[in-house]
């Protein structure tokens, strides 16, 4: 019998849960600017700032997940080793593509 969760399931989910955790935090944050008694232009601002944060936040999620996936496939006979890897993730940490590694 198949199991319902693996662990890349759980990790998954963990990773949905948080998206929606900062999208949820964004919307909160863009309710509180748009009943806030800054005018039109500077709530524009504000709020195109929050959905950019927003953005920023997915696009490094997408970068972390190919990571993962880059190394649990190193070492397979596909010509990428973890020296390889290691080196894709300093050079999108360099870059600011992702924050250093906790």
């Known amino acids: 019998m198949k199991?319902?969760?693996?662990?890349?399931?759980?990790?998954?989910n963990k990773e949905r849960m948080r998206k929606l955790e900062i999208s949820k935090a964004v919307n909160i944050a863009v309710g509180c600017v748009m009943a806030s008694s800054l005018d039109v232009n500077e709530k524009r601002e504000v709020?195109?700032?929050?959905?950019?944060?927003?953005?920023?936040?997915?696009?490094a999620d997408a970068i972390e997940r190919f990571l993962a996936r880059l190394r649990a496939m190193a070492g397979t006979g596909n010509g990428i080793?973890?020296?390889?890897?290691?080196k894709i993730r300093a050079f999108a940490e360099k870059e600011g593509f992702i924050s250093p590694k906790r």
Not at 81 to 86: K, S
């Open 3 to 12: 199991p319902l969760m693996n662990g890349r399931h759980i990790k998954l």
């Open 81 to 86: 080793g973890e020296t390889t890897v290691r």
């Open 47 to 59: 709020i195109e700032s929050l959905r950019k944060f927003e953005r920023q936040v997915e696009e």
